[in-house]
């Protein structure tokens, strides 16, 4: 089975995600600018993984909690699984059958961990 664990900064709210201009919708440059440095940080840190999921998998998605108003189902999956994703970590976030997000201890700010299921623990 495989799991895979990557330290990445706090990621913005889904609401920080896209903004719309001149009838298109685009990156924001906090989202621009969160996946530069998720993409430092994990390299830097040497977790770049050598294999990917490519099945079904669970999500464990720990956060530090920031001062403020922040609310944990905004913050824990759409970037962090998006980036996953487009870092070829995973095949599809939809192949996600367990989502678990916590506010705990993230060095970082955010600690993602993927494990792959096999057909016995698909929902």
């Not at 059958?97 to 096999?118: V, Y």
Request: net charge positive; glycine share 6%; with cysteine.
């Amino acid at each position: 089975m495989i799991e895979i664990v990557v330290d990445l900064p706090f990621p913005p709210s889904v609401n920080q995600l896209w903004r719309f201009g001149r009838g298109n919708m685009y990156r924001s440059k906090t989202y621009l600018d969160w996946l530069a440095a998720a993409d430092i940080g994990v390299m830097a840190r040497r977790q770049y993984p050598k294999r990917k999921i490519t099945g079904w998998f669970e999500a464990h998605v720990v956060l530090s909690k920031r001062p403020g108003r922040n609310d944990l189902d905004n913050l824990a999956s759409k970037a962090v699984l998006d980036w996953a994703q487009s870092r070829d970590l995973i095949r599809n976030d939809s192949d996600c059958q367990r989502l678990i997000a916590e506010w705990g201890d993230a060095e970082h700010g955010c600690r993602l961990t993927l494990r792959g299921l096999d057909a016995a623990h698909q929902i």
